[in-house]
């Protein structure tokens, strides 16, 4: 019986290390957008770990930007 918790152990801490997520930190003061942008299709954006905020309003949906 000890072998069989034992292996559970090790699995579960096998599962449970693959779901650690590297998210960079910030890097400066977050930036405040007055709207939403669009980036045109075929170009790309790198923000450069920037933090955006749209002024406080939501973001539900994709209709929300």
């Given at each position: 019986m000890q072998f069989?918790?034992?292996f559970a152990?090790?699995?579960l801490a096998t599962v449970v290390s693959a779901q650690t997520l590297n998210i960079?930190?910030?890097v400066g003061s977050i930036v405040s957008l007055p709207s939403t942008s669009t980036i045109a299709a075929g170009k790309s954006f790198d923000?450069?770990?920037k933090e955006f905020d749209l002024?406080?309003?939501s973001c539900n949906?994709?209709?929300d930007g």
């Open positions: 069989t918790a034992a152990a090790a699995v960079p930190t910030r923000g450069g770990n002024k406080g309003k949906s994709d209709k």
